[in-house]
């Protein structure tokens, strides 16, 4: 086994060597192993290990990056010659303050589970087929398709203030479609897992879950255009505020002027009951590090204060720029992370306040509005526009979810969704980077199909 350590401390002095100022180095061992069922029958069942290195150089604040696959020294020393002839070769920055010093990385309990790296080809199609079967246990469900995704890395980190760590990674993910009829009708719904540990139990739950909410979503009827309440499912959730407030707070859109964020700091942009974090301590988040793809340690910071903005999301680069904190959202993108790019701004886990209802208690209070599950669209950064196909929505009469609405639409301001929401949920979910609770917008525009 290569000691991944010390082969980036090493790395580290062969690009100093050759002229780079500053540098870092990510050295990973990674091992996937993927089931996946398509239209109810085995697709696929593979196994992927890999392992690489990647270096970012820096001559004047000019950044170059290569990266090669596999430890070899001549491959490698051919990516560090490439690093830093891309770095001389570059525009001098002169913005460019420093990487992350030598700091204490953050305690952080459950980012490694051993079981998760021993799971098998045929264990992960074992746990597909159990997926599968509870999103087909009806027999108006005509397909399904479903995917187990299991991963385990070893990332090795260092850079050229001294910093060099070592941090093990799991991670579990599952989702399944079912798809249901009645003589023409047809409809499909999704429910899915997401986490850094082993959770069997949850597969069942995910796949009744969406075979449930096909069924019901046979039942149709036409909505007029109009402004309506709307409960939000936290997997609706989860997929808009991913972007709207990752990427609305990412300081590098910021100071580029592209989020409708911009220059809005101590403004007021939700509810005064609102609070709205970036969380990479969570235990058994999948967003969960002890520290960030540049070395900083994984830290909270407050986004939204009882509904004021306080904080933007930062780099090294993007921190130095503004004269600030580094926050440590500096992101190797995904959950194993990755050798093959620099690092990005990212959010770890969104996280977002609690209230004191359920979500059963949103629907009774709603006499005339929607339910929405499941969106796929996001939101304009640039102005903070969302205007997206609801996917998987409902009809709210009376205070009971009744039939699914097909080819509707909603439009709303995220400013204006954060300040109106009039209920939240007392149970979060985590669903697609976003620890989120449901909750209930007073209005929005729902462009409907009658």
């Not at 746990?127 to 990332?155: K, Q, Y």
């Not at 989020?259 to 403004?267: A, P």
């Not at 205070?399 to 969704?417: A, C, F, L, R, W």
Request: glycine share 12%; net charge positive; hydrophobic share 35%.
């Amino acid at each position: 086994m290569t000691d991944l350590s010390d082969l980036a401390e090493r790395t580290v002095k062969k690009v100093l060597r050759l002229g780079a100022s500053h540098c870092d180095v990510i050295a990973m061992d990674s091992r996937y192993v993927l089931a996946e069922i398509e239209k109810s029958s085995m697709k696929q069942a593979s196994i992927v290990t890999d392992s690489g290195i990647g270096i970012r150089a820096f001559i004047n604040g000019s950044p170059g990056y290569s990266y090669t696959t596999g430890h070899d020294p001549k491959d490698i020393d051919r990516s560090a010659r490439l690093a830093v002839s891309q770095a001389g070769a570059g525009t001098p920055d002169p913005e460019f303050r420093d990487l992350p010093g030598d700091e204490k990385p953050a305690k952080v309990l459950g980012l490694y589970e051993s079981k998760v790296a021993r799971v098998e080809p045929d264990a992960a199609v074992d746990m597909a087929i159990t997926l599968s079967n509870a999103a087909s246990s009806d027999r108006r469900i005509v397909a399904v398709n479903a995917g187990v995704g299991v991963g385990a890395g070893t990332v090795a980190l260092a850079n050229s203030n001294g910093f060099s760590r070592t941090q093990k990674l799991t991670s579990f993910e599952a989702s399944a479609e079912s798809v249901a009829r009645s003589g023409s009708r047809m409809f499909s719904c999704a429910d899915g897992v997401w986490s850094r540990k082993l959770d069997k139990t949850s597969l069942s739950t995910a796949g009744r879950d969406a075979m449930e909410h096909a069924i019901q979503g046979l039942k149709t009827r036409k909505l007029s255009t109009g402004n309506y309440p709307v409960v939000l499912d936290p997997l609706a959730a989860g997929f808009i505020l991913v972007s709207a407030i990752g990427g609305g707070v990412n300081a590098e859109s910021v100071q580029k002027k592209r989020s409708y964020l911009s220059n809005r700091l101590g403004q007021t942009i939700g509810i005064d009951g609102l609070t709205i974090r970036d969380d990479p301590t969570i235990p058994w988040a999948l967003g969960s590090y002890a520290f960030d793809g540049e070395g900083a340690p994984g830290m909270r910071k407050a986004i939204v204060e009882r509904g004021v903005l306080k904080s933007y999301l930062y780099d090294s680069y993007t921190a130095g720029k503004d004269g600030v904190r580094n926050t440590g959202n500096a992101s190797r993108g995904g959950a194993i992370w990755s050798y093959r790019h620099p690092p990005v701004i990212s959010s770890s886990t969104i996280v977002v306040s609690k209230g004191r209802n359920s979500l059963d208690e949103m629907v009774e209070d709603t006499r005339k509005g929607v339910y929405l599950r499941i969106t796929y669209d996001y939101p304009n950064l640039t102005t903070g526009e969302f205007s997206g196909l609801m996917m998987e929505s409902y009809i709210i009469d009376r205070g009971e979810i009744g039939p699914s609405i097909q080819n509707s639409t909603m439009g709303i301001g995220m400013v204006d969704m954060l300040s109106r929401i009039d209920m939240l949920g007392k149970k979060h979910r985590d669903a697609f980077g976003v620890r989120v609770p449901p909750f209930r917008i007073s209005s929005a525009r729902i462009g409907g199909s009658g």
